[in-house]
């Protein structure tokens, strides 16, 4: 083969890969099952984004909620965004707010250390969320706060 052609192979390959990268197929392939929040790729790699940490706990706080609730984390971010409460989508249920926080403690622990394990957030950041619900503070019990 001559030398064009071995450099048009290797350009015509590389950007056969980088097209399979961008779409996350190969990543895809080679990702193995991992308990839910599913870590975003930044999460894995060194990213720009500084508030990716408080995404993810709040993703996590998200489908806790929802799975209390029976819901899914679409429709329960599509009626807190309507104006309704968790304190209201809870008392629908049958929930007083500290069964609904013990709950929530429990289901959103394991969630939290998945996180930690993949190093989104720190240990130390699990565990204030995790004490900030033990002493009371339930996130969207009074539904969504938006800055005025």
């Known amino acids: 083969m001559n030398p064009f052609a071995a450099v048009a192979v290797r350009t015509i390959g590389a950007a056969g ?3 399979l990268l961008s779409a996350g197929a190969v990543s895809a392939l080679a990702a193995s099952p991992s308990p839910k929040p599913t870590p975003t790729a930044g999460a894995t ?22 799975d209390i609730l029976g819901i899914t984390p679409e429709t329960l971010v599509k009626d807190l965004k309507a104006g309704q409460k968790v304190s209201d989508l809870a008392k629908d249920k049958g929930m007083t707010k500290e069964q609904f926080e013990t709950r929530l403690a429990a289901n959103l622990k394991p969630r939290l250390q998945v996180l930690v394990d993949h190093k989104t ?18 996130p969207f019990w009074d539904g969504i706060h938006r800055k005025k």
């Open 17 to 19: 890969i980088a097209a």
């Open 121 to 138: 957030i720190t240990q130390a950041q699990a565990d204030k969320m995790l004490d900030r619900i033990s002493k009371g503070h339930v």
């Open 45 to 66: 790699q060194p990213s720009t984004d500084k508030h990716a940490d408080r995404r993810a706990v709040r993703r996590a706080v998200i489908e806790s909620e929802a």
